[in-house]
């Protein structure tokens, strides 16, 4: 099966400096796929080389097989990517129903959006400013949504929100699945995300130092902890015990 996004040994430096060393990666159809790392190991440089805000400075990303390395923003969000900043950037001075038509492509149905998010459908005429944080993301991730894209990608949904809203969100990133979405997702509540997820990628350092299941992963809170935390990475794809599942919350911050 092709994947709905792949990378091959890109690497991205950002003011000369190499910040991403030789990733890849691959983001399966309908599926959601998470990028975890400590602070500073490159995730969201990662994701602004895949969607084209700095250049790569070598290797290859494809979208559905195509490659898209070379194509502009514009180029890679019609050919079907969307990407959801970590900033939550809305039109403040325009309505829910607005922000969602300014998004709007190849006469994708708005409906989906407020199905997704009943709580949008309620405040379709309210400006967006005056939104809560955690509605404010529900607009983007529905702006992302009525872009009619084959893949999204997400970088920290979840910064300064409450966690009632946290697995709100979550359920929603889920059901992007159901609508033949691959979603490549940053998250810093960890077990979240691998709860959600499919496979798993942890950057370390700009490198993969681990891919694999989620569900690996998330029953291994040590290995988990020491990946954050300064422990030596194991090779990728390397085997992860089985210590149960009794494993506490791991945030991560930024990239």
Request: net charge neutral.
């Amino acid at each position: 099966m092709t994947p709905a996004l792949a990378l091959r040994d890109v690497r991205i430096s950002r003011a000369e400096a190499p910040v991403v060393h030789g990733v890849s990666l691959d983001v399966a159809p309908a599926s959601v796929t998470v990028l975890l790392g400590a602070n500073g190991a490159g995730k969201t440089t990662l994701m602004d080389g895949i969607a084209g805000l700095v250049r790569c400075t070598s290797g290859t990303v494809s979208l559905d097989g195509r490659p898209i390395d070379k194509l502009s923003t514009y180029r890679r969000a019609t050919a079907g990517l969307a990407y959801v900043e970590q900033a939550r950037s809305v039109f403040r001075t325009l309505t829910v129903e607005q922000n969602l038509l300014v998004a709007q492509r190849d006469g994708a149905d708005l409906d989906t959006a407020y199905r997704l998010f009943p709580e949008l459908d309620k405040r379709r005429g309210l400006q967006a400013g005056h939104l809560s944080g955690g509605e404010q993301q529900m607009l983007v991730l529905g702006r992302a949504l009525v872009s009619r894209p084959r893949t999204i990608l997400i970088d920290e949904m979840s910064s300064g929100l409450a966690p009632v809203v946290v697995h709100r969100l979550m359920r929603a990133v889920a059901d992007l699945v159901d609508l033949g979405i691959a979603v490549l997702l940053i998250e810093q509540f960890a077990h979240l995300a691998l709860e959600i997820g499919e496979r798993a990628y942890v950057l370390s350092k700009g490198r993969i130092a681990y891919d694999g299941p989620c569900a690996e992963l998330r029953g291994d809170a040590d290995r988990l902890h020491d990946f954050y935390f300064g422990a030596t990475p194991q090779p990728a794809g390397a085997a992860v015990a089985d210590h149960g599942p009794g494993s506490g919350p791991v945030e991560s911050g930024g990239a």
